[in-house]
Nanobody, 117 residues
Framework: QVQLVESGGGLVQAGGSLRLSCVAS????????MGWFRQAPGKEREFVAS???????TAYATSVKGRFTIRDNAKNTVSLQMDSLKPEDTAVYYC???????????WGQGTQVTVSS
């Protein structure tokens, strides 16, 4: 079992920046990739970004490409640097992890990001 703990959410004005962090513990040696997802009020959870631990390859949702950067900071910690934030980025952001097979199956508790206009 993998435990994930996020930090770094908060309130920021449009155009500002925030940095989210996620620390994995437990059976973290089995992690193949880590990612960030978000869920806005009344909407389904959506993919934001991911990074594979083996080669550092990344993927981003179209809506955040060029504004958000996911990094593997080693020691089972990933971060999400969010720049040029928009009000539509307001959501609860979740860190997730997956093994070499299957889908994301470990989730953090979520951290609130609110962007004011």
């Amino acid at each position: 079992q993998v435990q994930l703990v996020e930090s770094g959410g908060g309130l920021v004005q449009a155009g500002g920046s925030l940095r989210l962090s996620c620390v994995a513990s437990g059976r973290a040696f089995g992690i193949y990739a880590m990612g960030w997802f978000r869920q806005a009020p009344g909407k389904e959870r959506e993919f934001v970004a991911s990074i594979t631990q083996s080669d550092g390859s990344t993927a981003y949702a179209t809506s955040v490409k060029g504004r958000f950067t996911i990094r593997d900071n080693a020691k089972n910690t990933v971060s999400l640097q969010m720049d040029s934030l928009k009000p539509e980025d307001t959501a609860v952001y979740y860190c997730a992890a997956r093994g070499y097979t299957g889908d994301y199956n470990s989730w953090g508790q979520g951290t609130q990001v609110t962007v004011s206009s």
